[in-house]
């Protein structure tokens, strides 16, 4: 396998993850405990400035990077293998893909890293789009609880981006479809793996939020990110 198209699928991976982790922010749930953030002496200009920054802060701090990549290292090793060329490889030479991959991770972490500062403007102004700066800043309070924490947590635990690696021999570009597959998929088993009480008190927060409403919209622009 040469350098250049190893670089190539490690892009093309790192532009769907970056796109499943900008909508996890739109997946999101309100807690039945929260209220309007008292006023303070700041200026409304400078709260308004903030609030979206500290809910994307509140969402990367509890989503689990370390278990997103893991996650995703796992899915590319089981690709490689059902890849002809890779598993003849493979036979000659036992533990081969295992090295790819284990060469890989630290590009893909870079990557990925450099390529969610890049973004994060665009995911602010998604917010701003659709939230006001009252709403961030509940939302952010909640994926600072306990609930919320582990609500990311289980999102993240959930992810596998079997979807984004249907063409991994490909060098075109992650599609829409693959990313909504994974979205999708990655909700999914999320809600699933949930115990019964985290359910009932999301089901109860989600009613208590007007928030929660708009967050359809956020979700689906920011799959769009990439």
Request: glycine share 4%; net charge negative; no cysteine.
């Amino acid at each position: 396998l040469g350098e250049v198209r190893s670089m190539i699928w490690t892009r093309r991976l790192v532009a769907g993850l970056t796109a499943v982790l900008a909508a996890f922010a739109g997946a999101g749930w309100s807690s039945n405990a929260l209220a309007a953030s008292p006023e303070t002496d700041e200026s409304r200009a400078a709260q308004n400035a903030s609030a979206y920054g500290q809910l994307h802060d509140a969402l990367e701090a509890g989503v689990d990077n370390e278990t997103l990549i893991d996650n995703t290292m796992a899915a590319v090793a089981n690709a490689y293998r059902k890849t002809p060329d890779l598993a003849a490889m493979e036979e000659i030479s036992p533990g081969v893909i295992e090295n790819m991959v284990a060469a890989m991770r630290p590009i893909f972490v870079s990557m990925n890293t450099r390529l969610q500062a890049e973004y994060r403007p665009q995911v602010l102004a998604t917010y701003a789009k659709y939230l006001s700066p009252e709403e961030a800043q509940q939302l952010a309070q909640f994926y600072r609880s306990p609930l919320g924490i582990r609500t990311l947590q289980r999102a993240s635990q959930s992810y596998s981006p079997d979807a984004l690696l249907t063409n991994i021999e490909s060098e075109d570009p992650i599609t829409q479809d693959q990313v909504d597959a994974t979205m999708d998929s990655t909700i999914a088993n999320s809600l699933k793996s949930m115990s019964a009480h985290d359910v009932i008190e999301l089901g109860k927060a989600a009613k208590k939020l007007p928030a929660l409403t708009k967050l359809h919209d956020v979700f689906q622009e920011l799959r769009l990110i990439r």
